[in-house]
């Protein structure tokens, strides 16, 4: 499967505890989002990459929340302290650099991890 | 920042029926418009799309309308099967030079076909 992919699918964690969710994007796709979903809404975004760097965060996201891709390729998101409220689906998306086949505007999205605390 | 509504939240059709599923959105900048499909407990995945310098476009039975002076998107389905049956997002971005940014979804809609 080359799509987008994550891990773990799923997570449940206690309140306080720290959890961390892997991304791995397409193969040469040079930016990578996260977004995070909540029962009966659409994605909302976090955070977005260029290669390593991170070029945009989301006013909501707060400092318990942080995202890394250290070379560019696949990219790691903790949360720290979890709340109940951070239970959601967290879903990652990536797409291809100007220039290549297809189409390049597409955010092709990976299965997501969904997070339960309790 | 961009505010994406979408509207109706629930449409339910019987097979071979039109639907219509509409988006306003505020940020006169933003200039790419996807809608994507997610089944249950599945990803989103991309239907069609459409750019600001394009008014209508058209894919099989699906189409997609934008007004840019209102702010406003459409999609439209002819000939609903019940496996077009799912959630359907609108979303709002800018892009440039060939690459956007991050997308601003709408609530959703739940479109049911019945058979």
């Known amino acids: 499967d080359t799509g987008v992919s994550q891990n773990p699918r799923h997570k449940i964690t206690k309140r306080g505890q720290n959890v961390t969710f892997r991304c791995d994007p397409i193969?040469?796709?040079?930016?990578l989002y996260w977004y995070r979903q909540t029962l009966g809404q659409g994605p909302e975004f976090l955070t977005y990459?260029?290669?390593?760097?991170?070029?945009?965060k989301s006013r909501l996201l707060s400092d318990r929340f942080s995202a890394e891709r250290p070379k560019g390729s696949f990219s790691t998101l903790e949360i720290q302290r979890t709340e109940q409220g951070d239970s959601a689906m967290y879903l990652c998306?990536?797409?291809?650099?100007?220039?290549?086949?297809?189409?390049?505007?597409?955010?092709?999205f990976g299965p997501g991890t969904r997070l339960t605390v309790t | 920042g961009e505010n994406v509504e979408q509207h109706p939240s629930t449409l339910s059709v019987q097979e071979g029926d039109s639907a219509v599923i509409k988006c306003t959105y505020s940020?006169?900048?933003?200039?790419?418009f996807p809608w994507y499909k997610q089944e249950l407990g599945k990803r989103p995945q991309l239907i069609i799309d459409?750019?600001?310098?394009?008014g209508e476009k058209k894919d099989q039975r699906i189409a997609v309308t934008l007004n840019k002076t209102a702010k406003h998107f459409s999609l439209h389905i002819t000939e609903t099967q019940p496996e077009d049956s799912a959630v359907y997002f609108c979303?709002?971005?800018?892009?440039?030079?060939?690459?956007?940014?991050?997308?601003?979804f709408g609530k959703g809609t739940l479109l049911t076909v019945n058979p």
């Open positions: 998306a990536s797409s291809a650099p100007p220039g290549t086949q297809g189409n390049p505007y597409e955010q092709y």
């Open positions: 193969s040469e796709h040079n930016r």
């Open positions: 990459f260029q290669n390593e760097a991170q070029l945009e």
């Open positions: 940020d006169s900048a933003s200039n790419y």
């Open positions: 459409i750019r600001s310098n394009v």
């Open positions: 979303a709002a971005s800018k892009s440039t030079g060939g690459s956007n940014y991050k997308l601003t």
